[in-house]
């Protein structure tokens, strides 16, 4: 089994960003990618730098990709199964066998939990025309005097609520399931930046004249957009399994320069704690992907 210098396991904008880095350092790299990015479910992105007019997320990944290609790294649609550090580095196991590498970076992202009873017929066209949305920092602006409502409860809900306050006076908090869960200090919060509060369970969601419709316990209800505020899933169960350390949650702890309690482990993007963009997910992996170089370089001379 020959060994890269560098395995990425992920091919979002953090993944092929390091690639695209690494590449350029004259390393060899390996890029492993199951195909979910986050970003490929953007129908346009409006906040993301350099690009005007927007840019749908596919297309994005798309140039990047290229970029990487460029500089002679593939994407190889395979899911990593498992990651183990051993005396002489990391191995891989994936369906096509395993692979060896000095380094590893983990670049897997989260999975946004979706509301339940939501059918992918309904999810994904809603998603398409921004009658649904995931990510009010991205996207908050696109809803500015609009009528939101947001699916969640707790201070999850509320914080989500209580953001997309200052773009639209018209935001209503519908609990997913049955009541609202909300200390009084929540509750005041909510009351006083005239929220609106509805229980749940939420059901039966159909597009109707260009808003997303469904039942609540108040009836049935339709929003210009709307927010789950459910929580994600963090895609970091390979780095934990091999010892890695990790917040209650599941978000990874690295230091400055993205390593993981592992030595030779990395990790960027959303599957770190901090701000799930594109913009953030791109710089930690700049960073990442020149400390991979810098340690290989001490570990051995990386001379042309
Ligand atoms: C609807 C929506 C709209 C958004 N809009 C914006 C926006 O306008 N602006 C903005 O900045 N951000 C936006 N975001 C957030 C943005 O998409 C993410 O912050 C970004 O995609 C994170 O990049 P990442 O590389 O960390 O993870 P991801 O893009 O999620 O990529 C992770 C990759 O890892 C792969 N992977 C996971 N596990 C394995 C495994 N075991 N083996 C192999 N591969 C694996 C996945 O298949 C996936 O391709 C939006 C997100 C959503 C959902």
Same mark, same amino acid.
């Given at each position: 089994?020959?060994?890269?210098?560098?395995?990425?396991?992920?091919?979002?904008?953090?993944?092929?960003?390091?690639?695209?880095?690494?590449?350029?350092?004259?390393?060899?790299?390996?890029?492993?990618?199951?195909?979910?990015?986050?970003?490929?479910?953007?129908?346009?992105?409006?906040?993301?730098?350099?690009?005007?007019?927007?840019?749908?997320?596919?297309?994005?990944?798309?140039?990047?990709?290229?970029?990487?290609?460029?500089?002679?790294?593939?994407?190889?649609?395979?899911?990593?199964?498992?990651?183990?550090? @051993?005396?002489?580095?990391?191995?891989?196991?994936?369906?096509?066998?395993?692979?060896?590498?000095?380094?590893?970076?983990?670049?897997?992202?989260?999975?946004?939990?979706?509301?339940a009873h939501l059918l992918p017929e309904v999810h994904d066209p809603a998603l398409e025309r921004g009658l649904l949305r995931y990510?009010?920092?991205?996207?908050?602006?696109?809803?500015? @005097?609009?009528?939101?409502?947001?699916?969640?409860?707790?201070?999850?809900?509320?914080?989500?609520?209580?953001?997309?306050?200052?773009?639209?006076?018209?935001?209503?908090?519908?609990?997913?399931?049955?009541?609202?869960?909300? @200390?009084?200090?929540?509750?005041?919060?909510?009351?006083?930046?005239?929220?609106?509060?509805?229980?749940?369970?939420?059901?039966?969601?159909?597009?109707?004249?260009?808003?997303?419709?469904? @039942?609540?316990?108040?009836?049935?209800?339709?929003?210009?957009?709307?927010?789950?505020?459910?929580?994600?899933?963090?895609?970091?169960?390979?780095?934990?399994?091999?010892?890695?350390?990790?917040?209650?949650?599941?978000c990874l702890e690295v230091d400055d320069h993205q390593r993981t309690s592992i030595p030779g482990l990395f990790a960027a993007g959303?599957?770190?704690?901090?701000?799930?963009?594109?913009s953030h997910a791109m710089g930690e992996a700049g960073v990442a992907a020149t400390t991979i170089r810098n340690m290989l370089s001490?570990?051995?001379?990386?001379?042309?």
């Amino acid at each position: 089994m020959t060994t890269d210098d560098c395995i990425i396991i992920g091919g979002g904008p953090a993944g092929l960003t390091a690639a695209i880095y690494l590449a350029r350092y004259h390393l060899r790299v390996r890029l492993f990618d199951s195909g979910s990015s986050r970003a490929a479910m953007i129908p346009c992105t409006r906040n993301h730098a350099g690009y005007p007019e927007g840019v749908a997320g596919k297309d994005l990944l798309a140039l990047m990709l290229q970029q990487a290609e460029k500089y002679g790294v593939h994407r190889q649609p395979v899911r990593v199964d498992k990651l183990a550090r @051993d005396d002489d580095g990391f191995v891989i196991e994936t369906a096509q066998g395993g692979f060896r590498a000095r380094a590893v970076l983990l670049a897997t992202g989260v999975v946004n939990h979706r509301p339940a009873h939501l059918l992918p017929e309904v999810h994904d066209p809603a998603l398409e025309r921004g009658l649904l949305r995931y990510c009010p920092v991205c996207d908050g602006y696109e809803v500015t @005097d609009k009528k939101v409502g947001v699916i969640g409860t707790g201070e999850h809900g509320a914080r989500e609520a209580l953001f997309l306050r200052s773009f639209t006076r018209d935001v209503t908090l519908i609990a997913p399931e049955v009541e609202h869960a909300l @200390d009084p200090a929540c509750a005041a919060k909510l009351d006083e930046a005239g929220i609106a509060r509805v229980n749940g369970p939420c059901g039966n969601y159909a597009i109707e004249r260009e808003q997303l419709a469904f @039942d609540t316990a108040r009836g049935r209800m339709a929003f210009d957009s709307v927010y789950p505020a459910l929580g994600s899933r963090i895609r970091s169960h390979l780095a934990i399994e091999a010892g890695a350390r990790a917040t209650d949650v599941g978000c990874l702890e690295v230091d400055d320069h993205q390593r993981t309690s592992i030595p030779g482990l990395f990790a960027a993007g959303d599957v770190v704690k901090g701000l799930d963009q594109i913009s953030h997910a791109m710089g930690e992996a700049g960073v990442a992907a020149t400390t991979i170089r810098n340690m290989l370089s001490e570990q051995q001379p990386l001379w042309r």
